[in-house]
């Protein structure tokens, strides 16, 4: 049960966002911006980034949802799956393997991020831009996993939740819908 009164209808980060809607505006423009904005880093590495994070800091919420998310951007569910247990063997190229480590690490700790890691990724053909973007979003997620396990949010009763959910984050991004929430409600 959350800690503070959010909308049974909008579990995880959701109902947060909307329970306090001036803090989320500037939040919900740093992911879109960083997870569908313009970048050489494809949505779907974007939304491998986030699982990568959520799944480490063991956030149930974040992690069901981008998995979700790169599962729909990727079209293929067992790569998600694959990063959770070791990256390094799942089927994706070399620079998103290297990337998804300093992610993995950035999660660990800022500091726990190696030059060897860095070097490993430009080798790979990762660029200054992609390094910088992979370790922001990555220390975006940790500070989501924070919010959403913090508060105690909700997980959905329904699964399917999280199929919808990767359906709005791909057509929608992560602005607040025009119509806002309430057809959520059942």
Do not use: W
């Amino acid at each position: 049960m959350p800690y503070i009164p959010v909308a049974a209808h909008l579990p995880g980060i959701t109902g947060l966002l909307e329970y306090r809607m001036d803090t989320a505006a500037p939040i919900r423009a740093l992911t879109q911006f960083l997870l569908r904005g313009p970048n050489t880093l494809s949505q779907g590495d974007r939304e491998l980034i986030a699982t990568i994070v959520s799944h480490g800091n063991e956030c149930r919420f974040c992690t069901t949802a981008h998995a979700a998310a790169a599962d729909a951007l990727l079209g293929d569910c067992s790569i998600t799956e694959q990063i959770k247990v070791d990256h390094f063997k799942a089927p994706l190229p070399e620079k998103t393997k290297a990337l998804l480590e300093i992610a993995r690490l950035v999660r660990i700790s800022g500091k726990a991020v190696t030059e060897t890691a860095i070097q490993q990724a430009k080798d790979a053909g990762a660029t200054d831009l992609e390094i910088h973007d992979t370790v922001l979003i990555a220390a975006l997620f940790c500070l989501y996993n924070r919010y959403v396990d913090g508060l105690a949010t909700a997980l959905p009763e329904d699964p399917s939740y999280f199929n919808q959910l990767a359906d709005r984050l791909v057509h929608h991004g992560y602005n607040r819908l025009p119509q806002g929430y309430d057809h959520l409600k059942k």
